[in-house]
């Protein structure tokens, strides 16, 4: 059992970076293996919307984002971490959103647990925790609790004791639900649109009716 924690902050060991740790140090308590990757000093590209992750089922950007792919694939639970900037993600954390479509292609993130942790100075907390938990919605990832906590300057988060605890016991109920060992029914796997178009051969985006030519078809 393996809980990664994926910190989308750009400043290093941060009060993101912080809470996370302390997220992990609460996994490890509950019986998990754990491990944390940084987005800082990381080479990552935006993805470019080739599609060849469609196709293919791979991403062809080689840049730090591939070493990614693998940790993300051998975990069952993940914790991403992330400071507001103008009262949303970083533009790291939505890097790391965008590719992970090329996991999602391949239905490989359904099932996994993911929590979320937010760091603001004032707001942005909820932005930040709707943002993932719709990326988790749409990759059928099951969602955890989320912790918060309030910080500016480098090492506050630490005055914060509800942060504190709330990571560790992120952590811990990350674990908990693993446990749980919740699993997508198979002929859901997928996300409802690609259901509907292969038992159906309807499709989801009424643009793609008007291209083929077709007439809209019946609800019945």
Same mark, same amino acid.
């Given at each position: ?8 902050? /750009? ?10 740790? &302390? ?16 987005? +800082? ?32 694939? @051998? ?7 992330? /400071? $507001?900037?103008?009262?949303? &993600? ?22 996994? &647990?993911?929590?979320?942790? $937010? ?23 099951? =969602? @955890? ?15 914060? /004791? ?22 997508? =029914?198979?002929?859901?796997?997928? =996300? ?9 051969? +309807?499709?989801?985006? =009424? ?9 809209? /078809? $019946?609800?019945?």
């Amino acid at each position: 059992m393996k809980v990664l924690g994926i910190v989308c902050s /750009p400043r290093r060991r941060g009060n993101t970076h912080i809470m996370m740790e &302390v997220a992990l140090a609460g996994a490890e308590s509950a019986g998990a293996e754990t491990e944390l990757w940084s987005v +800082v000093g990381k080479d990552i590209k935006p993805c470019d919307a080739c599609e060849r992750c469609v196709r293919k089922g791979s991403c062809h950007i080689e840049d730090g984002i591939q070493e990614l792919y693998d940790k993300v694939l @051998a975990a069952d639970g993940l914790i991403f971490g992330c /400071p $507001s900037y103008f009262g949303s &993600v970083t533009a790291q954390a939505k890097i790391v959103i965008d590719r992970l479509y090329a996991l999602y292609q391949q239905s490989a993130l359904a099932g996994k &647990v993911g929590g979320v942790i $937010s760091v603001a100075s004032a707001s942005g907390h909820d932005t930040i925790r709707q943002l993932f938990n719709t990326f988790f919605q749409n990759v059928h990832i099951l =969602p @955890a609790d989320y912790a918060r906590g309030f910080a500016s300057d480098k090492g506050d988060v630490k005055n914060d /004791p509800f942060a504190m605890r709330s990571s560790e016991e992120l952590g811990r109920q990350v674990v908990a639900l693993i446990k749980q060992q919740f699993r997508w =029914p198979e002929e859901y796997i997928k =996300p409802i649109y690609k259901v509907v178009k292969d038992k159906y051969g +309807v499709e989801g985006c =009424p643009l793609s009716w008007t291209r083929a030519n077709k007439e809209v /078809p $019946s609800a019945k």
